[in-house]
Nanobody, 132 residues
Framework: PVRLEESGGGSVQNGGSLRLSCAASGFTSAYYCMAWFRQIPGKEREEVALIDSDGHTTYTMYADSVKGRFTISNDTTKTTLYLQMDRLTPEDTAMYYC???????????????????????WGQGTQVNVSS
C-alpha cells in the first residue's frame, strides 16, 4: 500500500523557517501528483502547495497566502516531497499533511474542482507552531 510519512514540524518564532519532508513508499505507478495541505482545529483542510509533472514539465501551485514564502519540491526519485517554509507567521500554525494521487489528468484542475477529494493517499500530519 502507499504510505506517506511527514516529518520536520516543530515550533519556531515569527519570521523563522522550517522544512517539512514527506517520505513516500509503496507507489505502484510512475506518476503521482503530490501536495501539502494544512488544517487548524475547527476549520476545513486547505491546500498549501502542489507539485505535478507530465513527464516533461514540472508544475507547481501555491495558495495565495504562502506564495513567495513556501517552496514545494521533490527529490529526483520522487519518493520524498519537501516544503520549505520561510518567513513563517503565527497564521501558518497548523497541522500539515502530505497527500498523493495517481489519477490520470491535470492534478491542478482536480484540486480546484474536488479539493481534498482529489487525493486518495494521506499522511498522518506534522504539527507546525509559529509564535509571535
Amino acid at each position: 500500500p502507499v504510505r506517506l510519512e511527514e516529518s520536520g514540524g516543530g515550533s519556531v518564532q515569527n519570521g523563522g523557517s522550517l522544512r517539512l519532508s514527506c517520505a513516500a513508499s509503496g507507489f505502484t505507478s510512475a506518476y503521482y501528483c503530490m501536495a501539502w495541505f494544512r488544517q487548524i482545529p475547527g476549520k476545513e483542510r486547505e491546500e498549501v502547495a502542489l507539485i505535478d509533472s507530465d513527464g516533461h514539465t514540472t508544475y507547481t501551485m501555491y495558495a495565495d497566502s504562502v506564495k513567495g514564502r513556501f517552496t514545494i519540491s521533490n527529490d529526483t526519485t520522487k519518493t520524498t516531497l519537501y516544503l520549505q517554509m520561510d518567513r513563517l507567521t503565527p497564521e501558518d500554525t497548523a497541522m500539515y499533511y502530505c497527500a498523493a494521487d495517481n489519477t490520470p489528468g491535470d492534478c491542478r484542475v482536480a484540486l480546484r474542482v474536488l479539493g481534498t477529494e482529489a487525493f486518495a493517499y494521506w499522511g498522518q500530519g506534522t504539527q507546525v507552531n509559529v509564535s509571535s
